[in-house]
């Protein structure tokens, strides 16, 4: 005996494969990748500026993660902070199209819209005081084994003083501009006190000690990041030179010559300078 179907059968049959297939798709989006770091400081100060050093990887080591669209990327923040217009990223992964895979890496850059904020606030929505800031990728990226993506967000605050959290969210926008949100963070406290701007900052974030028996100098980065240490004796003869990426540094001073030095540890916001007495 034949079952008939009915209209409205029909309609609900229709219905449930429409919802089956839209949770697939966003299972498929939403499983590609998710923040794995997000290095936001747990404190600042106003009308200064702090770097968060953000890395995506795939959830699922096994899953296919392709990445064929544009980038998007959203941050929630209090209204009266801002962040720079522009974003360096990278990303790293591999084409299966070659034999043996090879591994594929390029920068990009992304570019705010009022548009994709828009999207951010339609799609996630933000709490009275706070804003989305929302960017898209400057190019469609093409990579079928997805390995990760990084990049620095500077976050400049503006004179509130409190408590504050702060949320990231990452997706893709494809030919129908969907899915704004693959994977979205916790939300990340930040309390801001009073200070003079980013040079207040960086005093107290940056210390410098010498060991006078060692003559081992140690930089101490706090929640700085990405800086360049140069030494520099009282003539302006520049004598030692590195980089440092965040935490501490330790340098060996024993092949220079007793006397005053002067300490530049400059980042991308400001310059902290500190003297030291390297004795006999």
Known sequence: MKTKITLR???????????????????????????????????????????????????????????????LFGVLLPIGWTIDDNIAFN?????????????????????????????????????????????????KYYVDNLDSISLTVTIHTDNQVGNFELQYAIGTLDYWE?????????????????????????EKQISVNLNSSSKILTVDMGDVKNANIQIFDLTGRLTKETKSASGVKTLNLNDLRPGSYIISVKT?????????VLER
């Open 178 to 202: 969907r899915y704004p949100v693959a994977d979205i963070s916790n939300k990340i406290p930040i309390s801001i006190s009073l200070g003079t701007g980013i040079s207040a900052y960086l």
């Open 91 to 139: 990303v790293k992964g591999t084409y299966v199209t070659f034999d043996p895979l090879k591994p594929f890496s390029t920068d990009g850059i992304l570019i705010h819209s009022d548009v994709y904020s828009k999207m951010y606030e339609d799609s996630v929505g933000s709490p009275a005081g706070y804003y989305w800031w929302g960017g898209k990728s400057n190019a």
């Open 9 to 71: 059968k029909r309609r609900t049959l229709i219905s449930l494969l429409a919802t089956v297939g839209l949770l697939v798709t966003l299972i498929f989006i939403a499983g590609c990748y998710e923040f794995t770091t997000v290095g936001q400081p747990v404190a600042g100060y106003t009308n200064s500026s702090f770097q968060v050093p953000i890395v995506l990887k795939p959830n699922d080591p096994n899953f296919n993660n392709e990445l064929h669209d544009y980038g």
């Open 268 to 276: 991308s916001n400001g310059k902290v300078t500190k003297k030291i």
